[in-house]
């Protein structure tokens, strides 16, 4: 029972941060609604039995990728909006219809899946989430995980190199 | 415990208010913002159904991800900030220079 108390209290943050995040107009309140829904979602996480990707998340997302949003908005110093009326009421007015058309095929496919098998318990899924056991299956050569790591941080590599190839100036 | 359709529904909702927030935002950060909070939605199903089965093929989907999130926004802000220094605005509907 107080994991489905603390299940809703954290659906009623992330899903009012979401919706915080779409409404608002300034992009600042944007990042710090967003960094709101990223914490509730890392403590599903860890709720979840996957504390090493709910730390993660707060580093990586609430943190790093957060921060650059912030720096990027401070660079360009936009100021306040300018409302623009017109096509962009009818805009969004199609926009709400279509997303709870998308929200309510989503929710009818789901009424017609049966979810196979039954939940594991929480040993097992207690003893998977740890760094240890996160770190065995990703560095295993017996499980196809190694190779992607190895992609991924090529990914970065080129990631790095062509933020900073994009950004520099002209000289 | 909670039952795993009850996190399939709210990564469900998430991932339509990013949808919704991406069609309706001006702004290309905020836009970038949405597609954030949709593969959060996605990560978020991914460690329910891991939970679920008991195993870690969703942490490693969600590592993954990350990474490539990650690499997605710094790409993604360097570009905005380029197409800011050229034309001095950021607006969507601005940047319509193949759509004459």
């Known amino acids: 029972m107080p994991a489905l108390i603390l299940f809703w209290i954290l659906a009623i943050v992330c899903v009012g941060a979401a919706i915080t995040m779409v409404s608002s107009t300034n992009p600042v309140r944007s990042a710090l609604a967003l960094v709101a829904c990223f914490l509730g979602l890392a403590v599903y996480y860890i709720t979840l039995s996957a504390q090493f990707i709910g730390a993660v998340q707060v580093v990586v997302y609430a943190g790093a990728v957060m921060v650059l949003f912030l720096f990027v908005i401070m660079l360009l110093n936009l100021g306040a909006p300018v409302a ?4 962009n009421s009818l805009q969004g007015t199609a926009a709400v219809v279509l997303g709870a058309v998308l929200l309510l095929a989503l929710f009818v496919s789901g009424m017609f899946f049966e979810m196979p098998g039954r939940a594991a318990s929480a040993a097992t899924a207690q003893a998977q989430g740890t760094v240890k056991a996160v770190g065995l299956t990703l560095y295993s050569p017996s499980l196809p995980w190694l190779f992607p790591f190895e992609a991924t941080s090529l990914l ?11 950004t520099r100036r002209q000289v | 415990m909670v039952p795993v359709s009850y996190y399939l ?20 950060i905020q836009v970038f913002m949405c597609i954030e909070l949709m593969l959060n939605a996605a990560n978020l199903t991914f460690i329910a159904l891991g939970r679920y089965f008991g195993t870690s093929t969703g942490e490693m989907y969600v590592i993954f991800a990350l990474a490539v999130a990650a690499a997605e926004v710094s790409v993604g802000l360097g570009i905005i900030v380029t197409i800011f220094r050229v034309r001095q605005s950021i607006d969507l509907d601005d940047s319509a220079l193949l759509k004459s």
């Not at chain 1, 970065?156 to 994009?166: R, S």
């Open chain 1, 156 to 166: 970065l590599l080129v990631t790095v190199v062509g933020a900073i190839v994009m």
């Open chain 2, 9 to 28: 529904s709210l990564s469900a909702i998430l991932f339509t208010i990013g949808v919704v927030g991406v069609l309706v935002k001006r702004n290309p």
């Open chain 1, 84 to 87: 623009k009326p017109g096509k």
